[in-house]
């Protein structure tokens, strides 16, 4: 068997199609335009590079994108108090603070502080508690994206065994929350997981989001299997790979995520569709008129 790729990037495209269009629609119909706000404290390379791709990904679909910039040794209390100025701002219907915070920051108050009406990332606890009784309002991108992959190939969920191994907050969690909630059987694995391909094995669905390359081997995985490697790794040559031996795994999988090119590109993506989703609410548009599941 050779896996069909899941082609991210164009999935990632015909969402930011729609996204051009929602913006356009709700400027034409309301006058209303929607803004993100995007807070870094220090200067982290990759943060850099991920801020600049969302501030162009927002450009492309027409959201106004505000970039507020602090020094590493900034104090919390600023950043804090430019979160609560946001957060009052009728302009701005999405904060998002780039992660990594430096070491002195407090995550937990920093996070709180967003309004969790304008939490497009979804960490606020608000919207995290609501994502385990399945009424989150701002799903987290990641965890959102390899949904609407798994939705666009067709792939069922319900009754199936799925298997997420990698636990953190920002997407193993959240990830299995969502396969739970669309009655999928899921099992959680992390790295005190003992005999991780005895899980793994019986995955119908497999999500990996643990940062290590090749963790994850062809013959861990399940004849026929849908294989979703969130993970990026940049390898010592400056190559950059995903959890999986992807050759390998590809063989035994009927569908896998390429890195890059999978999941990647849906992260960015879904932040935009929770931006446009967010002004469109600050508006109180009824359901029917401004529908956005329809992706
Ligand atoms: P994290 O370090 O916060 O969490 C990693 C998780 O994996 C932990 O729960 C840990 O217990 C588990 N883990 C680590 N080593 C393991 C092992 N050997 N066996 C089993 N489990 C193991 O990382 P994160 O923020 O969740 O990100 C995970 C990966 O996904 C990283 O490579 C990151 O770069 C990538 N990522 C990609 C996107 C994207 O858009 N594609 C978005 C977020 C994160």
Known sequence: MTATIIDG????????????ARVDDLWRRFGASPGL???MVGDNPASTVY???????????????????????????????KIQELSADP???????????????DLKAVLGAIDREKDVDGFHLYNVGGLVV????????????????LDNAGVEIAGRNAVVVGASNIVGKPMA?????????????????????????????LIVAAGCPNL?????????????????NRLANGQLVGDCDFDAVRKRASMITPVPGGVGPMTVTMLLVNTINS?????????????FEEL
């Open 9 to 20: 990037k164009s999935v990632a495209a015909n969402v930011r199609r729609n996204c051009r």
């Open 37 to 39: 706000a995007v807070i």
């Open 51 to 81: 801020v600049r791709k969302k501030i162009q990904a927002c450009a492309d679909v027409g959201i106004k994108s505000h970039k507020f910039l602090f020094s590493a040794t900034e104090s919390q209390d600023v950043v804090i108090a």
């Open 91 to 105: 302009d701005i219907h999405g904060i998002l603070v780039q992660l990594p915070l430096p070491k002195h920051f």
């Open 134 to 149: 399945g009424e989150t309002v701002f799903p987290p991108c990641t965890p959102y994206g390899v949904m609407l992959l």
């Open 177 to 205: 929350l969502m396969l739970m909630q669309r009655e999928a059987t899921v099992s959680v694995c992390h790295v005190k997981t003992r005999d991780l391909a005895q899980f793994t094995i019986l995955a119908d669905i």
């Open 216 to 232: 994850i081997t062809g013959p861990m995985v399940k004849s026929g299997a849908v294989v979703i490697d969130v993970g990026i």
């Open 279 to 291: 002004a469109a609410r600050s508006l109180n548009l009824a359901h029917e008129d401004f529908v």
